[in-house]
Nanobody, 125 residues
Framework: QVRMVESGGDLVQAGESLRLSCTVS????????MAWFRQRLGKEREGISY????????YFGDTVQGRFTISRDTEKNTVSLQMDRLIVDDTAIYFC??????????????????WGQGTQGTVSS
């Protein structure tokens, strides 16, 4: 059984940083495409980043490019999202997701089979 648990969400001020983690069991993060999505209030879930199984391919959506970084620790079986220079519009519930199958860019929610429950990140002005 796959279980994915996000942590690290918090309330911070604009310009500060947050580091989110996703602890995974039931699958190996090195074998799957691992992604981060977010859902802002009143908006659809948005795919913001992924890392390929090889680790060589990484993608960032336009809204986070240059500010966010994705990484993983295959020994701890975790995936992280480092979020720097946060802005108020980054306020969202952040989800980690995994897929073993083909997917499209921009990332689509329906292409990812496994999901965490989400963690809230709030950025105040």
């Amino acid at each position: 059984q796959v279980r994915m648990v996000e942590s690290g969400g918090d309330l911070v001020q604009a310009g500060e940083s947050l580091r989110l983690s996703c602890t995974v069991s039931g699958l190996n993060v090195g074998d799957y495409t691992m992604a981060w999505f977010r859902q802002r209030l009143g908006k659809e879930r948005e795919g913001i980043s992924y890392m390929s199984p090889s680790g060589y391919s990484r993608y960032f959506g336009d809204t986070v490019q240059g500010r966010f970084t994705i990484s993983r620790d295959t020994e701890k079986n975790t995936v992280s999202l480092q979020m720097d220079r946060l802005i108020v519009d980054d306020t969202a519930i952040y989800f980690c997701a995994a897929t073993f199958d083909a997917f499209m860019v921009p990332l689509r929610r329906t292409d990812f089979r496994y999901w965490g429950q989400g963690t809230q990140g709030t950025v105040s002005s």
